[in-house]
């Protein structure tokens, strides 16, 4: 089966929102399960539990099947990020424009100008669609 990881912040941001919305799309089209993703960074001392999560998620969208909701802790949000695509061996990863920009700057350091998309497949082996916050994707 199909695995897509969706990265998210909480409470839910309007662009997590829309992110969001858009891999709940991307599932169901494809029949696919859906990892939800939460990093809480050491540095803020936020503790976000699965359950927060998951009622931040379905009081926005209601009850979603073959939906798993993880919350890692990490230091760096696009390396905790990475380390969760990895690990769980996705084949699609939906990410924010945001945060596409952030893994940008990131990998700016390793190489000159890398396009992120091409970045990540590369890397990752799976297909990455990036959503803008008015819900526009690119693939």
Not at 27 to 51: G, K
Request: proline share 2%; charged share 30%.
């Amino acid at each position: 089966m199909t695995l897509i990881v969706v990265p998210v912040r909480y409470p839910l941001s309007e662009h997590s929102a829309a992110t969001l919305r858009e891999a709940i799309t991307i599932s169901e089209n494809r029949n696919a399960e859906l990892t939800v993703l939460h990093v809480d960074l050491y540095q803020n001392s936020r503790t976000v539990t699965r359950t927060d999560l998951k009622r931040a998620v379905e009081s926005e969208f209601g009850e979603l099947t073959d939906t798993r909701y993880v919350i890692r802790q990490g230091f760096l949000l696009e390396e905790t990020i990475l380390e969760e695509i990895v690990g769980e061996n996705a084949d699609l990863v939906v990410i924010g424009s945001k945060q596409a920009g952030r893994w940008r700057r990131m990998v700016r350091k390793l190489r000159s100008d890398p396009d992120i998309g091409d970045y990540l497949r590369g890397e990752l082996d799976c297909s990455v669609v990036t959503v803008t916050a008015d819900g526009a994707t690119s693939e």
